[in-house]
T-cell receptor
């Protein structure tokens, strides 16, 4: 275990559904991240949060909406997704000059 | 644009041999480079971090080198074991205090045969 917990581990949703992914870390880190990993593609950074403030959005479509209520929790709200959004969504946290700690990911399938 | 290439998608070696994985990058001047291991269906796990002013880092059977002139990192696993079979990811970062903001390569899948 890395200290970063993601729920759910698997999610199947229809294109008209609304769902949320949750990430939690108790490592005392001030930075949290969402990454997307599609089949045969490198991990892509989606959002960066530092001290609860969003500091980066890598041109992510608005159907993905992040939320960071405190420095230990990060959410990714999903609505009206497309089948091509099916992927492994990974949350990570980091503090100072340490390495990034990743969660186990949520395997999302959009049908 | 920034680009990272890991030398091959797959590498097969015999148990006991040294595995060498390559990471090349262009259009980027990273402050540090990280290597991660990823098993199927799981998140990446950190292995080693090397900074731009360091040439080499070691941890147990792992060794990483970083050549900022060649824009290349080499990752070695000595005395490889079947349990080392996994996908290895190279990642570059540039900002102090934001070491989770990374650009990843596509990964090399290592298969160690007994």
């Amino acid at each position: 275990e890395t200290g970063v917990t993601q729920t759910p581990r698997h999610l199947v949703m229809g294109m008209t559904n609304k769902k949320s992914l949750k990430c939690e870390q108790h490592l005392g880190h001030n930075a949290m991240y969402w990454y997307k990993q599609s089949a045969k593609k490198p991990l892509e950074l989606m959002f960066v949060y530092n001290f609860k403030e969003q500091t980066e959005n890598n041109s992510v479509p608005s159907r993905f909406s992040p939320e960071c209520p405190n420095s230990s929790h990060l959410f990714l709200h999903l609505h009206t997704l497309q089948p091509e959004d099916s992927a492994l969504y990974l949350c990570a946290s980091a503090g100072g000059d340490t390495e990034a700690f990743f969660g186990q990911g949520t395997r999302l399938t959009v049908v | 644009s920034q680009k990272i290439e890991q030398n091959s998608e797959a590498l097969n070696i015999q148990e006991g041999k040294t595995a060498t994985l390559t990471c090349n990058y262009t259009n980027y001047s990273p402050a540090y480079l990280q290597w991660y291991r990823q098993d199927p269906g799981r998140g990446p796990v950190f292995l080693l971090l090397i900074r731009e002013n360091e040439k080499e880092k070691r941890k147990e059977r792992l060794k990483v080198t970083f050549d900022t002139t060649l824009k290349q990192s080499l990752f070695h696993i000595t005395a490889s074991q079947p349990a080392d079979s996994a996908t290895y990811l190279c990642a570059l970062g540039g900002g102090s205090g934001n070491t989770g903001k990374l650009i990843f390569g596509q990964g090399t899948t290592l298969q160690v045969k007994p």
